[in-house]
């Protein structure tokens, strides 16, 4: 059974610009998350779909958006980048929300801001 | 609410001795608690969970942790540490139930296990 995929798995982009990521969840999974690994804060979570549908969001501002599609792919979107945003972007899989707790993560992209 | 804090940033042990990487949580509600190990350029792969079942939970490599609630802690131990145990090492807290409606792993800051030949 193949693994959650990310796509693109590095990118480089510069101050203003926007970015869009890719998460293909495992087969079977319809829950996907979103978080951003910094050196500095760590492991932050960025939000949850499920059913095309966004049921959390972590403490980060209105420039990160996401969605998720009838397949359970999703994109998460970053506007007007910052150089802050430098980060490795995990995407994260579970079945449905109710075995959230069995995650599987991706190998991340990781986004560098220039 | 709930946290993790990971005693240690760095750890190093030789090869072949003991492995112990330190966890302390606080949560308002009954937590799973998990560990999950980041291998360089890799994403995040899970070791090991704990949901109110055992105490003692073994997980994948070796690795086992034990929930004392008394103490508030969840340890990772290893009896034997190889050289593949070199990594980056998470301990998460998720609540069972959570008011807010909201529902977030809570991952510590890691803890950096280097194993020496």
């Known amino acids: 059974k193949a693994g959650v995929t990310q796509t693109p798995r590095y990118l480089i982009k510069t101050r203003g610009q926007q970015v869009t990521l890719s998460c293909s969840p495992i087969s079977g999974h319809r829950s996907v998350s979103w978080y951003q690994q910094t050196p500095g804060q760590g492991l932050q979570f960025l939000f949850e779909?499920?059913?095309?549908?966004?049921?959390n969001k972590g403490n980060f501002p209105g420039r990160f958006s996401g969605r998720q599609f009838s397949n359970s792919r999703s994109e998460m979107n970053v506007s007007t980048l910052e150089l802050g945003d430098s980060a490795l972007y995990l995407c994260?899989?579970?079945?449905?929300?109710?075995?959230?707790?069995?995650?599987?993560f991706g190998p991340g992209t990781r986004l560098t801001v220039l | 609410a709930q946290s993790v804090t990971q005693l240690d940033s760095h750890v190093s042990v030789s090869e072949g001795t003991p492995v112990l990487l330190r966890c302390n949580y606080s949560?308002?509600?009954?937590?799973?608690l998990f560990w999950y190990v980041q291998h360089p350029n890799k994403g995040l792969q899970l070791l090991l969970k704990y949901t109110s079942a055992a105490t003692l939970v073994k997980g994948i490599n070796g690795f086992e942790a034990e929930f004392k609630k008394s103490e508030t802690s969840f340890h990772l131990t290893k009896p034997s540490a190889h050289m593949s145990d070199a990594a980056e090492y998470f301990c998460?807290?998720?609540?069972?139930?959570?008011?807010?409606?909201?529902?977030?792993?809570?991952f510590g800051s890691g803890t950096r296990l280097q194993v020496q030949p």
């Open positions: 779909y499920f059913s095309e549908t966004q049921r």
């Open positions: 994260a899989s579970s079945r449905d929300p109710s075995s959230y707790n069995e995650q599987f």
């Open positions: 949560s308002s509600y009954s937590p799973s």
């Open positions: 998460v807290v998720s609540p069972l139930f959570m008011d807010t409606g909201r529902r977030a792993l809570t």
